[in-house]
């Protein structure tokens, strides 16, 4: 139990450092770049978001299942730890092919090439953490301590160096350096501490590795698919960029409060994977709901609030986006609980892949009747996304309720 108190006090610094960093740098950045160059830059990080999904495959998810269940084991953590960063440097050139591809179809990422490709490269430092090893060994802090120094240099150099909308192209080249510090503190640990080193892996292993990981990144790729995809398709759709430049604001509130979720699913998730014990899960669920509702209803009232301090007086018309999209907050809790930690620990992958496909077929279909039927907007989608959080927990406490009965849990 001490473990778990502190890998989750660990992650809930994270979360904290992970919130507190875009608080200080996304008003003063949305004030310096205006909304039009602000724009830019959402619609290129949800792009960014997609290639994100894909580099990592489901390796985290993955791979954390994969080192928690060798019990420390090093000759089997060299091995899955080598066959994850050899598929992902894979996966980095095939990313690179297809962005090329996408580039010349997306009037925004062409018209802002350099910008697409110095994000990217930083993506693919990201995507190449070995965060799986440390949440596998539910050894979390580093993790903590590595984001808190790395996106220290990166906020101090945003403010010395970011003035005017000109400026644009050194959010990419910062952030991209914040990444690669966290890359080498990252892989420093795991080599030379933890004498995790690289190893010749056999072709049929590599295969099963990258088989199992496609069910994780399936059901991750679908999820993530609600809000990358939907800011694309507004994009297409909604000329005017300063209302992309709302949704993007009002989505960055929303995923800073579900942010909050990830430190009991992180914590929660290696534990069961050992244990098979769902009782501490239950008393998160119990009690997380009763603080998520009273949440969830304050964020709705105070969306004029919240608005002004992510963008200023500027984007104060935007803030009803942030009150329609509240009981997504509600509804996204207890599914991300029953998720990971649950379904997936106890083997329920391809259930819990079901549920995130068909929500995500559910989204795109609304997203294509809306623009076929000439209904969309911003209201029409918000209220299409807190539908599609309401899918994806019916089906998920569905798969939940019968894997209790047939595993005795």
Known sequence: MSSIRKNL?????????????????????????????????????????????FLDYGFTLS????????????EKLRQHTSCIVLLRGILCVVGAVILVCLVPFLSILKENILYVIIAYLGICFKASLPDFVFQGLEDMGIIT???????????????????????????????GV?????????WDNVIRVRSIHFTKVKFDFIWSVFKESTIFFLSDAATTVFNAFTTMMIGAYVTDQVQISYWSLAMTAITAVQSLYNPIINTLYPHIVKSRDIKLLKKFLFYGMIVVTIGSILFALCS????????GRQYLAGSYIIAQLAPVLW???PSMLIGFPLLAAVGK?????????????FHIIGLVILGISGYF?????????????????????????????????
Request: charged letters at 15%.
């Open 9 to 53: 006090f660990s992650q809930y610094g994270l979360q904290v450092a992970k919130y507190l960093f875009p608080f200080i740098t996304l008003p003063y950045l949305t004030r310096v770049l205006g909304p039009n160059q602000y724009a830019v830059r959402a619609y290129v990080l949800a792009v960014m978001n997609f290639m994100a999904i």
């Open 63 to 74: 791979g954390t299942k994969s080192i928690a269940e060798d019990n420390g084991n090093i």
């Open 145 to 175: 301590q590595r984001f808190v120094g790395s996106q220290t240099v990166s906020t101090l150099l945003i403010f010395a160096l970011i003035h005017k909308p000109s400026d644009l192209l050194l959010v990419p080249i910062f952030e």
């Open 178 to 186: 914040a990444s690669l510090i966290a890359f080498i503190w990252s």
């Open 304 to 311: 004029k609030l919240i608005m002004f301090v992510l963008g």
């Open 331 to 333: 509804l996204s809790f």
């Open 349 to 361: 992958v391809r259930e819990l892949t079901f549920s995130s496909i068909v929500s995500a077929i």
């Open 377 to 409: 907007s911003i209201t029409a989608v918000a209220i299409l996304r807190s539908c599609t959080e309401a899918v994806m927990l019916v089906l998920r406490s569905y798969f939940t309720i019968r894997t209790i009965k047939e595993e005795g849990l």
